[in-house]
């Protein structure tokens, strides 16, 4: 998901400002999830996911790639 924030931005043209602006999301926040500093609460993810425009289905797909990638680190 983390990753996925980074590049949907950028295939976007977002800046992590701009991203900002459209969600709400503090672009220190922002910065934080994309550098895997931090892991979002479900409402912030939420805001950048619909300012990001992803659909359903990209959603469950990288909800699904963090849940192979945390079960990865636990090993």
């Given at each position: 998901i983390l990753e996925g924030v980074h590049?949907?931005?950028i295939a976007k043209n977002y800046t992590q400002e701009k991203l900002s602006e459209l969600s709400g999301v503090d672009p220190r926040?922002?910065?934080?999830?994309?550098?895997?500093l931090t892991t979002p609460k479900?409402?912030?993810?939420s805001k950048i996911v619909i300012a990001l425009g992803l659909t359903?289905?990209?959603?469950g797909?990288?909800?699904r790639s963090l849940a192979?990638?945390?079960?990865?680190?636990?090993?």
């Amino acid at each position: 998901i983390l990753e996925g924030v980074h590049n949907h931005r950028i295939a976007k043209n977002y800046t992590q400002e701009k991203l900002s602006e459209l969600s709400g999301v503090d672009p220190r926040t922002i910065l934080r999830i994309e550098k895997e500093l931090t892991t979002p609460k479900v409402d912030t993810y939420s805001k950048i996911v619909i300012a990001l425009g992803l659909t359903n289905e990209e959603i469950g797909e990288h909800i699904r790639s963090l849940a192979v990638k945390n079960n990865l680190k636990q090993k």
